[in-house]
């Protein structure tokens, strides 16, 4: 819950379209969006792979923060920060079957 706090989910709309590429096969990410400020996104994977995961994501220009956190404990795994716009490079940390990741425009 502690994750799902951080947001104005008023303002925030269901984006398919935000995550281009980097899904595992087989799993699934859904992504709600408030354009331009913040980005809430689950990923699911299926197997028992624990790898990183290297999403593609449409940001718009600006400096953000992003935080990957682990959904059965909410305990932050990894923070970084992304610079610029256009389609970014975010990559996760070792995860078994799923994880989210809150991204936060400075």
């Known amino acids: 819950s502690r994750f799902l706090r951080g947001f104005d989910f008023v303002r925030m709309k269901p984006d398919p379209d935000v995550v281009t590429g980097g899904v595992p096969t087989g799993g699934a990410c859904q992504a709600l969006v408030e354009p331009g400020r913040a980005m ?4 699911r994977r299926s197997g028992t792979s624990t790898d ?16 990957w956190v ?3 404990t909410g305990k932050m795994a990894n923070r970084t920060s992304i610079e610029g716009g256009g389609i970014r490079a975010v990559t996760s940390p070792p995860f078994d079957s799923d994880i989210a990741l809150r991204l936060r425009r400075r």
């Open 70 to 72: 682990e959904t059965k």
């Open 52 to 67: 990183p995961v290297e999403l593609k994501i449409r940001l718009d220009e600006g400096s953000w923060r992003a935080e």
């Open 40 to 43: 809430a996104i689950y990923l």
